[in-house]
């Protein structure tokens, strides 16, 4: 976009970014600065900003109490797992509705969107007697699958959208020279679909990271995720800023620091195609 | 250009996916409805018997269910709004020349990845709480009386949080709309002489259109179901009862399955319905 | 070679046995509070004794108790030991849903355990749940704010007192509140002190024939009498506050008076968390007269779920967690002070625990609570700041609802207390009364 733009118009713009963007910052900024304050610093009247005698100690705290290495590998083990299996189920079926697209196509696709609006809360117990039935309940692979299963309509519809904007000819000029369904899919469009895929990827790794109903709820000890680490900080006795801020640092430091380093993937993904 | 082979392999590929997903719905469909006219109270020993429709009577009838449908409709509504309205005047904003932009969409976004009950825990507690909270400094510091957010202002603070959350990825896939706007079209209207507010409503707004309307989509599917933020802040005081976490009192407080599983399908119903709606929309915005 | 091979056997199965004897590993869910976590810093002790090891699920309150409830009605056995309170023990036991502890170990001493405690946790004289700490209410004080209102606190002073005391130590301008009580909606928060007090005001739940009793005057004048107070004489933002935000209201210096949870006494007389440690006093909760004290019994427990793998070992985490050396082993590392209160006569005999200022209190005020006959007039159910059945806790969270959203003005006393009528009428219809 070739705009010209004053110096002074630059300034203004750039003023009012950084102000919107570290206001809409700050509560995060905001926990990390009182995760390193005593508690008592923590609920300090008039509130200390950044002068004071920075320490480690609630970090020490909840690292005794809980093991923190547990917990984030849990995290690590279900979102990506969850995601890869539910990428391995969409992909097919995303190209299939993409490139040989049926009168149905649509409905299938807002069905799947559907899905996801049975309330969660509802369906607690018929879901907690079948982990029972099959043995599922506090592992890992049953919060996996039931992760998948949440999120694979957000990713058939995220690919879908993505293979949409491959141009047909290509694929035509494949079959012209002979090119067979297998070899189409992997040496054709996998190349060319690999952007949306890795976009696809992170949206739904930070979703699975972020669900918290099931997977408190469908864990003991063994496969007990973040989201449970955090509920057992929520409101302990007595002064709990520090800690609770150390705790929710750790529980979305990873996370944090993922989204920054993929940040332009991501903006890719979350357009769902929506612009040409 | 499909041809036959082409179409079955297709239904192949599509199979694994319907599947699951027919299963994922079918299975605690099924045993919810089943449970629904049930009279099943696990402390009082379980399965009592048949209670033909006196679940779903009791729980439509109940004084809490339709403030809890329009308490949904607020929270849902509200944060569609704020996210939308917000999210493009930021996405404009944020499309203009500027240092370090990079870095301040990074700042923007960040709160996509916390944790639905950490920010509702830390907004709570180190912002919304009327005597430690950052808010009540502030007001205090200008001479006000503290706002006792979560009781008074109940439904305005879960707006507020919720938010938050979502105006990144509001504002995200409108700045991506608004990036691929057609520069010359704009420049041409300006010389034209539209004033900045006609090229808004006539260039960009519609231009957006689409993006907007995936945002109300996707949105709206995720936020019939928040639970995790007021479970943590008001535990659906003070006019906080959605419909989502009416169903949980009776789940798990009451402990009475069948009448929590009547509102399940109730709530189904009403996520259809507003399905429907969306659907409608999304289904005209999304062939082109 | 006939001979040695069934020995090797038997030796080998035997030495299967030991092992799988040593090597269990225990789920135990439990609640976030400081002892709580205390027990959990010293699970190496029990590991040292007995070899099993033991994997925590430390949840808040509300989140673990629906999480425990899912998993006992479903029989899940997704934990082999869970805490409990006295609410759920006896519900659970009748159902048979606990392991009995009938045969725990004569070291154990079970007779020692405080018998109003044993009855609460017992169904039919059949304990099934070992009670971690007990816990009365009663009334924490700013001695030094008492006595500049020119005030002397009784050892058992009425509503009437205490309102009074309230109003005379607000300081709204320097941030001390008289009184700090519960406001935060839920059956074991606002409830818990509600119905608590209006036992003291002579109101009760439901009649001999379970007719919910929100319509008396009784119950008018308890609310009203608590929504007045509050809005004179306590912090802002009342209706939000639980248990938790008043102990750090308290530890921060700014109640005044704090009528709530025994076990708060070792924290707020705490000097390494509390601003106010050393100017704490301690009182029975008031009454009006009527011959009922509106303070409250609880129990943490530990039970067994039945048709756990592991009940052996689960029993003897429950008989270590709740003995007389667990408490001796927490006095030891963190003084007498802070071990678990409430459930053993001994420790209200040791020469040590004495020395505690707030342990008499405690102990009297543990004394003077009655489950049995909590009420003025007669009621149908056991329980003083609770009613034993299954349907409370559903209800007095939804009755607690309406009643926080009285005191943050949202509605009238009245309106709550017809609202509170009408649900609890239909809730109870619902289950059958």
């Given at each position: 976009m070739a705009r010209n733009v004053t110096t002074q118009r630059k300034i203004i713009n750039t003023t009012a970014a950084w102000v919107i963007g570290l206001l809409i910052f700050f509560p995060i900024l905001w926990t990390i600065l009182t995760s390193f304050k005593t508690e008592a610093t923590a609920i300090a009247d008039p509130p200390v900003f950044l002068f004071f005698d920075w320490t480690l100690e609630n970090y020490q705290v909840v690292n005794e109490r809980s093991n923190y290495g547990r917990f984030l590998w849990n995290s690590i083990f279900i979102a990506g797992g969850s995601t890869i299996l539910g990428l391995i189920v969409a992909i097919p079926a995303a190209w299939s509705m993409a490139f040989v697209p049926s009168r149905r196509t649509k409905d299938i696709l807002l069905w799947m969107l559907s899905t996801k609006m049975l309330p969660a809360v509802g369906v607690l117990y018929p879901i907690y007697l079948i982990f029972i039935k099959f043995g599922l309940l506090d592992s890992v692979l049953g919060l996996t699958i039931v992760l998948m299963l949440i999120n694979l309509p957000i990713i058939v519809w995220m690919l879908y959208t993505y293979f949409r904007e491959i141009p047909g000819e290509i694929l035509e000029a494949a079959r012209m020279d002979g090119a067979s369904l297998k070899s189409e899919l992997l040496y054709v469009l996998t190349p060319m679909a690999v952007p949306g895929i890795a976009s696809t990827l992170l949206l739904n790794f930070i979703l699975a990271w972020n669900e918290a109903f099931w997977t408190l709820n469908l864990t003991a000890a063994k496969a007990a995720p973040l989201t449970a680490f955090i509920a057992s900080y929520s409101s302990p006795e007595g002064l709990f800023y520090a800690k609770l801020s150390a705790a929710s640092t750790m529980a979305i430091a990873p996370i944090l620091i993922l989204g920054w380093f993929s940040q332009k993937q991501l903006v890719r993904g979350l357009t769902f195609g929506a612009v040409k | 250009m499909a041809t036959q082979h082409s179409r079955s392999a297709a239904r192949l590929m599509m199979a694994p996916a319907v599947v699951l997903l027919l299963g994922w719905m079918l299975v605690p469909l099924v045993m919810t409805l089943w449970f629904s006219f049930r009279n099943y109270l696990p402390l009082r020993g379980g399965d009592l018997g048949w209670a033909g429709f006196d679940n779903y009577v009791r729980f439509i009838n109940s004084s809490s269910f339709w403030p809890s449908v329009s308490t949904t409709l607020i929270i849902v509504g509200g944060v569609l709004a704020i996210t939308i309205v917000f999210g493009v005047l930021l996405a404009l904003l944020l499309d203009q020349p500027m240092w370090g932009q990079g870095i301040v969409r990074i700042l923007v976004i960040a709160?996509?990845?916390?944790m639905p009950t950490v920010s509702a825990l830390v907004w709570k507690n180190m912002f919304m709480d009327p005597v430690n909270g950052l808010f009540a400094h502030l007001w205090k510091f200008f001479g006000a009386a503290p706002v006792e957010w979560l009781s008074q202002a109940s439904l305005t603070s879960i707006i507020i949080i919720v938010s938050w959350q979502w105006l990144p990825f509001a504002t995200l896939i409108l700045l991506t709309a608004v990036q691929s706007l057609d520069g010359e079209q704009l420049e041409a209207s300006e010389m034209d002489g539209a004033k900045p507010l006609q090229r808004f409503g006539f260039i960009i707004l519609p231009h957006l259109s689409r993006a907007i309307t995936i945002v109300v989509l996707i949105q709206t599917i995720f936020l019939l179901s928040i639970f995790a933020e007021i479970f943590v802040t008001t535990g659906g005081s003070f006019g906080t009862r959605t419909l989502t976490y009416l169903i949980f009192q009776r789940v798990l407080e009451s402990q009475n399955i069948g009448l929590g599983s009547a509102g399940g399908i109730y709530a189904v119903i009403l996520a259809n319905i507003i399905a429907i709606f969306l659907m409608r929309i999304v289904g005209k915005n999304l062939d082109a | 070679m006939t001979l040695r091979t069934p020995l090797t056997m038997v030796s080998a199965l035997a030495m299967l046995a030991a092992t799988a004897a040593t090597a269990d590993t225990l789920t135990i869910a439990t609640v976030n509070n400081g002892d709580m976590v205390r027990m959990q810093g010293l699970t190496a002790d029990f590991t040292a004794k007995t070899g099993h090891e033991v994997e925590w699920v430390t949840l808040e309150e509300n989140v673990l108790r629906q999480r425990v409830t899912t998993d006992i009605t479903t029989k899940g056995g997704a934990f082999d030991i869970m805490t409990i309170g006295m609410y759920e023990t006896p519900i659970w036991g009748k159902n048979g849903w606990l392991v009995p502890l009938d045969d725990l170990s004569a070291e154990y001493d079970v007779d020692d355990i405080l018998p109003a405690m044993r009855g609460g946790l017992s169904v039919d004289g059949t304990l099934y749940a070992a009670p971690f700490y007990g816990e009365s209410s009663m009334i924490m004080y700013r001695t030094d704010l008492m006595e500049a209102a020119g005030l002397e606190m009784p050892d058992a002073p009425t509503w009437e007192f205490v309102a009074d005391a309230a109003r005379k130590m607000t300081d709204k301008d320097g941030e001390v509140y008289g009184i700090c009580l519960r406001g935060k909606a839920g059956w074991g928060e606002n409830m818990a002190f509600l119905t608590a007090t209006s036992n003291a005001f002579g109101a009760r739940w439901f009649d001999e024939d379970w007719k919910p009793q929100f319509d008396t005057e009784e119950w008018a004048t308890t609310l009203n009498f608590y929504i007045d107070l509050m809005n004179e004489a306590g912090p802002p933002g009342a209706s939000t506050n639980g248990f938790n935000e008043n102990l750090s209201l308290f530890q921060q210096g700014k109640c005044g008076m704090w009528i709530d949870a025994t076990v708060a006494a070792s924290f707020v007389t705490n000097p390494d968390d509390s601003t106010v440690a050393d100017k704490v006093g301690f009182a029975l909760a008031p009454d009006t007269g009527l011959g009922k004290r509106g303070n409250w019994l609880w129990a943490w427990a530990l039970g067994i779920p039945a048709g756990t793998d592991n009940e052996a070992a689960a029993k003897q985490f429950v008989e270590w967690a709740t003995s007389k050396e667990y408490i001796e082993l927490v006095a030891e590392n963190e003084g007498w002070a802070n071990v678990p209160p409430g459930a053993r006569t001994s420790l209200y005999e040791n020469e040590n625990y004495k020395?505690?200022?707030f342990a008499q209190m405690t102990l009297d005020s543990i004394l003077s609570a009655d489950p049995t006959a909590p009420t003025v007039k007669p009621v149908p159910y056991v329980g003083v700041q609770f009613a034993a059945i299954p349907e409370f806790a559903g209800i007095a969270t939804e009755v607690g609802q309406e009643f926080s959203a009285a005191l943050a003005g949202q509605q009238t006393a009245e309106e709550a207390l017809a609202k509170a009528q009408a649900l609890t009428a239909d809730a109870m219809e619902a289950a059958g009364y």
């Open positions: - | 709160p996509f990845f916390v | 020395e505690v200022p």
